[in-house]
């Protein structure tokens, strides 16, 4: 089963930020937050990932609150381009195989 | 392109038939995973290997499915006997063995089953 609680939908205007919540509250100390997004008819593709600290790359940045229990991805100016379901997952351990188990995921909706 | 390739596309067949899909992953990564997606869902996980041992099958995976890694390179979903309600995109990732990297997905095989 899904470890993460999402909004199903969001709406953001282009141009603006656009904040994507998450909750993990029975994430385990060796397990990642990651986050995909899937626009229609496409694979999942790869946003961002972090353990503890937040992170930042050019699509992204990832703020992970310090229990760990939630997080925040944030899509500094969002386009058009960016409208998908939006999937936070928390990725099982290596040991354990390292599947990523989606949930529902926020379908993002960026308006012009 | 060195990203994750699927093979087909798209696939229609009639109930009763088998299919084969094909998934190429990025050299060297020694993890493979399969999932299911069907409409308005999130992709479910189904089974994955390491290198060509397959260590887990989720309880979705009904004996109707095989998948098969034979040489750690790429890998073959089977499904027998197939009925509408395997139609689904089926996804394929792969990613090294190592915690806290990626896994990268292909553009997936869309199935229907009439």
């Known amino acids: 089963d899904a470890k993460t609680t999402q909004p199903p939908s969001m709406d953001c205007a282009e141009g603006r930020a656009a904040n994507l919540p998450c909750n993990h509250s029975t994430i385990s100390g060796n397990e990642y937050v990651y986050w995909y997004r899937q626009i229609h008819s496409q694979g999942p593709q790869y946003i961002i990932h972090g353990l503890k600290n937040n992170e930042t790359n050019e699509m992204a940045s990832l703020i992970i609150t310090e229990d760990r229990k939630s997080s925040t991805l944030i899509l500094p100016h969002a386009t058009l381009r960016d409208t998908a379901v939006y999937y936070c997952?928390?990725?099982?351990?290596?040991?354990?195989?390292?599947?990523?188990?989606f949930g529902q995921g926020t379908e993002l909706s960026v308006k012009p | 392109d060195t990203g994750v390739s699927q093979d087909p596309r798209h696939k229609i067949t009639k109930r009763g038939q088998n299919v084969t899909f094909r998934c190429d992953p990025i050299?060297?990564?020694?993890?493979l995973y399969w999932y299911r997606q069907t409409l308005g869902q999130g992709p479910e996980f189904l089974t994955y290997f390491q290198n060509e041992a397959q260590l887990e099958k989720s309880r979705l995976l009904s004996d109707r499915f095989s998948a098969e890694r034979p040489k750690g390179s790429f890998s073959t979903l089977e499904i027998q006997r197939t009925e509408q309600g395997d139609s689904a995109m089926y996804l394929c990732?792969?990613?090294?063995?190592?915690?806290?990297?990626?896994?990268?997905f292909g553009q997936g095989t869309r199935l229907t089953v009439v």
């Open positions: 050299s060297e990564h020694n993890r």
């Open positions: 990732a792969s990613s090294l063995g190592q915690g806290g990297r990626e896994a990268f």
């Open positions: 997952i928390v990725r099982v351990s290596y040991n354990q195989g390292g599947k990523l188990i």
